[in-house]
């Protein structure tokens, strides 16, 4: 199919397409003629891959490509593909060398010494733990970083469950690309569930009428 | 202060500082002659709170520019600046009109009635639940969509501490900065824990060496 129809399948503008193409998100269509390209099924599916990466679980360009990147490679293994897709969903921050940062690398190291968990610094997410903790550090925002706990116990709930449904390493077949759209999807759906459950929480806190569409306290 | 202090004081890059300033994210100096502007400890704390918002919490310019607007209006509620920042970290998508999307609303819907949550589709979490389980039932994620009610306990286990750490209504002073602080980088302390407790999850139930900063299945 030529742009126009492959736009037309996927609902996605040909300037978004010509935008994805031009960043190497979507394979170039077979050239047909100098200035004309033959789009198939594999375009149709990676399109839609591409905007539910970036559309609905928020992704950069940059964050995409590297995911998708282990989608194209054959040689990727799904272990390395899980990590990719959490670094991506992650917030990058240049790293601030404070008293903050330093009593939230103690405060990360002791949660996870507690908890037993099997990590290591090297994990994307151990950073950013410890860049969220000292944010909330330096701006006084210690009653959400006393939350800890309670986030990883959350989190401990969801990460087994959520291993088991997106590794499967007896079906190899779009298996990477099953591990990076459960990590960025799953991410955003707790990210919206999230929203829902707060406005619940505060209705039976504070009434009903005090839910945040509803306006004034 | 000038503004070559200010940068040294936040660790902020000057142009950043300006970029910030053309946004209007931060408010500008006080003029001291045609081309000189004076700054005071109130952008200090300004500019800790947009790079904790952005660079931490991950959130766009529009988004934080939206939260920042209700931490500077004395008339916003606490429920409103909560639902701001709810939206702020979420992915604004362009609503699909398909078969995907009616069976995702009709599956929040019921999760919302099974569960008991006092919440409405104007939550903008509904909207985005929907898109996210839209999205995997349209790329066969149908084992992440599947984990719809274990997501969604995870997050009535945080919700009401969150709601209690962040609202207080004794307390006028900087609580809607606390609201829009806690809720965003709650988010992301979320995130952050849910990469390492995924990683701890695969290493117990494929070996340590499987964990996915260590390589190879």
């Known amino acids: 199919m030529r742009i126009g129809e492959l736009s037309r399948r996927t609902d996605v503008s040909v300037a978004s397409i010509k935008y994805y193409l031009r960043e190497g998100l979507l394979a170039p269509g077979e050239l047909t003629s100098p200035n004309q390209a033959h ?3 594999a375009h149709v599916r990676r399109l839609r891959l591409i905007r539910a990466l970036v559309d609905v679980g928020g992704l950069s360009i940059a964050g995409a490509r590297d995911v998708l990147a282990a989608v194209d490679d054959d040689q990727v293994s ?3 593909a899980l990590g990719r897709a959490q670094a991506a969903v992650m917030a990058r921050t ?3 060398d404070d008293d903050a940062t330093e009593r939230a690398g103690k405060a ?3 949660m996870v010494e507690r908890r037993g968990w099997i990590t290591s610094e090297k994990n994307p997410g151990w950073r950013a733990a410890v860049d ?3 944010a909330l550090d330096r701006l006084g925002g210690e009653r959400v970083a006393g939350l800890l706990d309670v986030y990883a116990e959350a989190m401990e709930g ?3 469950h959520e291993v088991e449904a997106v590794v499967d390493r ?3 077949e779009r298996s990477v690309e099953r591990v990076v759209t459960g990590i960025v999807l799953g ?3 707790i990210t919206a569930l999230r929203g829902m459950a707060e406005q619940s929480a505060s209705a039976r806190r504070y009434g009903a009428g005090a839910a945040p569409d509803a306006g004034a306290v």
């Open 78 to 80: 799904l272990y390395d």
């Open 108 to 110: 990360v190291a002791e």
């Open 170 to 172: 007896d079906e190899r």
């Open 132 to 134: 969220v903790l000292a």
């Open 187 to 189: 991410g955003a759906l």
């Open 158 to 160: 969801v990460a087994g």
């Open 94 to 96: 240049e790293p601030v």
């Open 39 to 41: 789009y198939d099924e």
